[in-house]
């Protein structure tokens, strides 16, 4: 009976593409029929959707190692945060700068390609607000689990920003789940040892075997500087069977040692925030997602690239994507993974472990961080660029 919904859902157009309807709603086209049922039929509630061969049509065209990216790409809010005073509001701009990203993604429901390991990214901006430059450097340090471990930089403002995702994916019925564990630590270098700590919200794609196909961000997410005592809890609340809305989010910044709300954040993550300050009673637009403005990075050119690095190692199968050409997509993104299988099946043979190239173990929240010893209070701008460029040239 359900599979009778789900081809009766399918049917109905002639693209092999799925279209979207401009509000994150896929509407799934008769060509792949065939081929997400063969997905169905993998799916058990509960099971591991990272072992699961998923149809290339969903893919975003980018490794998950770039999407993390999005993170950066409002480097304003974070600029402005480093150079306020008052604790409060450098704290309540460091919520503002990690909300301001999220609505920075594909309308339709899109998975960014999976990491393989060793697999690299690198970018970098370099104009930025008051012609500044920033760095960006990530590599998949793990595979079961996946691990995605990056690295930002501004040198000249000494921000720094460690951190690592590791999705946990579960089919469950007529929804799949991205649980993204994982945390980030943030440092701004006109504040000495303030490190913000912030995870983030899961990922819901809704209307797999009935309905639409859409994705929600779900849950809360944490947001904690000890030095300061102020912590968010964000709260991104999905829409209810019956009654609610969708991308609503609701949350508060209080302080940890007296339990005192400072801040009340109301609005829907992919349109308008507003913020309360509840000493005052006075409400404000905290930030407007229509109007914001973002700065996408820059990469060396492809053939000066690692044969690991993201753009070049999924190449063909991002070349075939953008064709619309899903088998020759298929086929070339199995010829990436089957040499990934080849290079584990040797380790386990030679009795090898994989060690990262960029990033070594830590001991701290974030398990693996850059090999470049960079210290944003002590060095130079120029000595960290050096540092950072010593392991790898992110620019040439």
Known sequence: MVLNRLKNKLVGGDSSETSGDGDGVDVINSENQSILMGIISQLRP???????TLPTFILE????????????????????????????????????????????????????????????????????????????????????????????LIPDKR???????????????????????????????????????????????????FGKLRYELGDHMLIKCEKLGLEADIEFKTKGFISGDYDVVEGTIKDTATSQVLFIIRGKWNEKLEIEDTQTGETSLFYD?????????????????LPNESRKLWAPTLSALEKNDHAIATDEKFIV?????????????????????????????????????????EDSPENMKSKLYSIYDIET
């Not at 991205?178 to 919200?201: K, R, T």
């Not at 914001?292 to 053939?303: D, G, N, R």
């Not at 060690?355 to 001991?363: L, N, R």
């Open 46 to 52: 509960g099971c591991d959707l990272t072992r699961i």
């Open 61 to 152: 065209h980018k490794s998950m190692l770039e999407r993390i990216t999005n993170a950066f790409f409002t480097p304003d809010i974070l600029l402005q945060a480093n150079d306020t005073v008052d604790n409060a509001q450098r704290f309540a701009l460091i919520v503002k700068w990690y909300l301001s990203s999220w609505h920075i993604a594909p309308k339709a429901v899109k998975k960014p390609l999976n990491p393989v390991l060793g697999e690299v990214y690198s970018c970098y901006w370099d104009d930025l607000p008051g012609n500044l430059s920033a760095y960006y450097l990530a590599e998949q340090t793990s595979h079961h689990p996946p691990e995605s471990s990056y690295f930002y």
């Open 159 to 209: 921000i720094r920003a460690d951190g690592v995702l590791i999705p946990r994916s579960r089919f469950l019925g007529n929804s799949s789940a991205a649980m993204m564990e994982g945390v980030a630590h943030l440092e701004l270098g006109q504040h000495s040892g303030e490190i913000y700590s912030l995870s983030q919200p899961n990922i819901y794609c809704r209307g797999i075997l």
């Open 289 to 305: 997602t229509t109007s914001s403005q973002i700065w996408k990075p820059k990469v060396k050119p492809l053939e000066k690239q």
């Open 337 to 377: 993974e089957e040499r990934q299988r080849e290079l584990a099946q040797k380790r386990r043979e030679n009795n090898e472990r994989f060690v990262p190239e960029f990033f070594e173990e830590s001991t701290s929240e974030v398990p693996f961080i850059i090999r470049a010893d960079i210290n944003i209070y």
